[in-house]
C-alpha cells in the first residue's frame, strides 16, 4: 500500500523538447510504440505514471480523467502516461518526467523494486514522489508519501462483514480461517489489526473458534494454502477472512469444488469485477471498495502543496506515517476511508465507474442485476 521537492522551470520556459534515450526520428520509442516524445508543458506540471494495461477499464476511463480533472482544479499542468503493466516503460516515462522537470511525480508502480528505483531517481532531482492506489505501496521505496485507503478501517469493516455474515447464517460457534496479505506489505499487519478490533473479543469468548491464521505470499498461492487449513480444520469452515478479493477468489474456488461456495461467509478487498459477481452470485459476502473520486481529490491536493513548497500544508494533510518492512523509511499516508459492499450496495460501486456494468452484469447475472437496478 508510500514521499520530495522541485527542479527549475528553466526548461518549461523556453519550451525544450527533450526526447527518451532510444527514440526514433520519428518521435517515438521503438521499443515502446506507445510513448512519444513529449515536450515539456507550460505551468506547474505534476506527472502521472498509471502502469496497469489499457485493457483495464479503471485506469484509462476512471482514473485518468479523474485525476486530470483534480489535478487541473488545483491549478496545474496534468502529464499523465500509462505503461500498461510494463516495468521497463514505467522507468523510461519516469526518466523523461524527471528529465523534463516535473514538480511532483505520481506513482503507481507495477512493482516494488522499479517504484523504488523511480522514487530514488526523483529523490535524487528533489522531486517528490507520491505512491498512489490502495495496493501500490512500495515497501522497499523511497517515496515520501502515499494516498491510499485506510487499512485499519478497511479491516474493520471486513471483520464487520464476517460478523454480519455468520450472524446472518445464524451459526453459534462459527469457525474461522484468516487468510492474511503478503508479510512484506506494511499494510498487512494493519489490515489485521483492524479486523482482530472486531473478531479478538469473540475468540476470546469462544463465541467464534479461530481455526488457522496465515499469510498469503500472492493470489496463486492462496487456493493451495487455503485448501491444506481447510482440510486440517476438519473440512469444515464458517467464515473465510480473506485480505483482498485476489484471495476470496481462490478460496471460492476451492469451495466451489467442495460443493460449499455460498455455505460459507468470505470477505474481501478491493471490489474487482469477479468480486462483484461473486457477491450477487451468493459465493462472497462482502468486499471493501476504496472511493477513487476522494482518492483522486486528495491526490492532487497533496501534489499542489508540494508543487508550490507548501509542506506545512501537505504535512496536515497526513493521517500515519508507516514504515516501510525492508527499510527503515518514513511513508508519510493520507489514508481514504473505504466503503462496505454487499450484494445491496454493488449498484454504488457500478454507478462510481470504477467497474463497467458489462464486466459484472454477464447474461449469468443480467437478472440479478436487473432485481438491484443496476443499469447494463
Known amino acids: 500500500m508510500v514521499p520530495g521537492t522541485g527542479r527549475s522551470a528553466l526548461a518549461a520556459a523556453i519550451g ?44 484509462e476511463d476512471v482514473d485518468r480523467p479523474l485525476l486530470t480533472d483534480a489535478l487541473s482544479a488545483q491549478g496545474l499542468q496534468p502529464d499523465v502516461e500509462n505503461s500498461e503493466g510494463d516495468a521497463t516503460m514505467f522507468a ?27 522514487a530514488a531517481k526523483a529523490r535524487a532531482a ?45 451459526v453459534h460457534g462459527a469457525t474461522v480461517i484468516e487468510l492474511g496479505g503478503p508479510q512484506t506489505d506494511p499494510t498487512t499487519p494493519l489490515l489485521v489489526q483492524g479486523a482482530r478490533n472486531v473478531l479478538q473479543p469473540r475468540y476470546d469468548t469462544g463465541a467464534y473458534r479461530l481455526v488457522a491464521s496465515q499469510s498469503v505470499e500472492d493470489n496463486h498461492r492462496a487456493g493451495a494454502v487455503f485448501e491444506h487449513l481447510l482440510t486440517a480444520g476438519g473440512g469444515h469452515v464458517d467464515g473465510v477472512l480473506a485480505a483482498g478479493d485476489g484471495v476470496a477468489d481462490a478460496v471460492i474456488a476451492v469451495l466451489r469444488r467442495k460443493g460449499l461456495n455460498g455455505k460459507v461467509r468470505v470477505t474481501g478487498l478491493g471490489a474487482t469485477p469477479e468480486a462483484l459477481k461473486a457477491i450477487l452470485r451468493g459465493d462472497q459476502f462482502m468486499t471493501v471498495f476504496p472511493s477513487v473520486d476522494q482518492q483522486t481529490t486528495e491526490t492532487a491536493k497533496l501534489a499542489g502543496a508540494l508543487a508550490r513548497s507548501d509542506y506545512a500544508a501537505a504535512g ?51 437478472l440479478r442485476c436487473d432485481q438491484l437496478g443496476i443499469s447494463r
Open 16 to 59: 525544450l523538447v527533450l526526447t527518451v534515450t532510444g527514440c526514433t526520428g520519428r518521435g517515438e520509442d521503438s521499443a515502446f510504440p506507445g510513448l512519444k516524445e513529449r515536450s515539456v508543458l507550460p505551468g506547474i506540471t505534476v506527472g502521472v505514471i498509471l502502469s496497469d494495461p489499457a485493457a483495464s477499464a479503471r485506469w
Open 92 to 118: 523510461a516515462i519516469a526518466d523523461s518526467m524527471i528529465s523534463n522537470g516535473v514538480k511532483v511525480l505520481v506513482i503507481a508502480a507495477p512493482n516494488n523494486q522499479v517504484g523504488a528505483l523511480v
Open 126 to 170: 528533489h522531486i517528490p514522489t507520491i505512491d498512489y492506489d490502495y495496493d501500490r505501496l512500495n515497501a522497499g521505496g523511497s517515496s515520501d508519501y502515499s494516498v491510499s485507503f485506510d487499512p485499519v478501517r478497511a479491516g474493520d469493516l471486513q471483520g464487520r462483514g464476517l460478523v454480519r455474515g455468520i450472524r446472518g447464517a445464524r
Open 316 to 366: 496536515r494533510m497526513v493521517s500515519m506515517t508507516l514504515s516501510g518492512s525492508t527499510t527503515h523509511h518514513k511513508i508519510r499516508a493520507i489514508l481514504i476511508p473505504p466503503v462496505f459492499i454487499t450484494v445491496n450496495t454493488v449498484k454504488q460501486v457500478i454507478d462510481s465507474r470504477l467497474i463497467d456494468s458489462h464486466d459484472v452484469c454477464d447474461s449469468e447475472l443480467a
